[in-house]
């Protein structure tokens, strides 16, 4: 598919991945393309946005395609990029869920690694605080709190389907403040 980023065309091509494979980008942009694993250790900034780095590479805007590839159940992909960053599109995962479903997704001949949380893991990091809690089944809770008057004080709580998921998560569109793109 094409996309914009800063009023350019960028060419992002989404290619199945053998098992075992995960995510892999590969900025083909460069005079020798590069790949970066979405891994938790390559993400460098987390600012309006999550970039994977690689050295130098960089690789900006990933949550809402990773987003996509998560909701839908898709492991291994390599997303081909000619730009340093992912289409925005609409601000939210839809438009990618939507690609994907037209053009189809196949079950691989492997079995999935599952990661089981079988005690509470806690990260605290200023006011953010994500928790882990053992469960027999798929749960997400969230809640958050500005002082803002359009936002306040929100909870939120689903079982995680690829149903719920499509309808009641792809479609939400990233916010921000005045103040922060003042910053930029």
Do not use: H, T
């Given at each position: 598919g094409v996309g914009l980023h800063s009023g350019k065309k960028?060419?992002?091509v989404l290619r199945p991945a053998?098992?075992?494979t995960g995510v892999v980008f590969i900025r083909t942009d460069l005079d020798e393309?590069?790949?970066v694993r979405a891994y938790a250790e390559n993400v460098g900034e987390t600012m309006l946005g999550t970039t994977l780095l690689k050295g130098d590479v960089r690789v900006a805007t990933i949550e809402h395609l990773l987003s996509a590839f998560a909701g839908l159940g898709i492991d291994?992909?390599?997303v081909e990029l000619s730009a340093e960053e992912v289409p925005i599109m609409d601000g939210s995962a839809l438009p990618f869920v939507n690609l994907l479903k037209k053009v189809g997704t196949k079950t691989q001949g492997a079995s999935k690694r599952m990661l089981v949380i079988k005690k509470p893991v806690v990260v605290e990091e200023g006011e953010g605080r994500a928790a882990l809690l053992p469960s027999d089944e798929f749960k997400i809770t969230y809640d958050i709190d500005f002082e803002h008057k359009a936002?306040?004080?929100?909870?939120?709580?689903?079982l995680f389907t690829d149903r719920n998921y499509e309808s009641l998560i792809c479609?939400?569109?990233t916010f921000g403040f005045l103040k922060e793109v003042e910053f930029l």
């Open positions: 960028v060419l992002m053998p098992p075992d393309p590069v790949e291994n992909a390599y936002i306040g004080r929100q909870s939120f709580s689903m479609g939400a569109r």
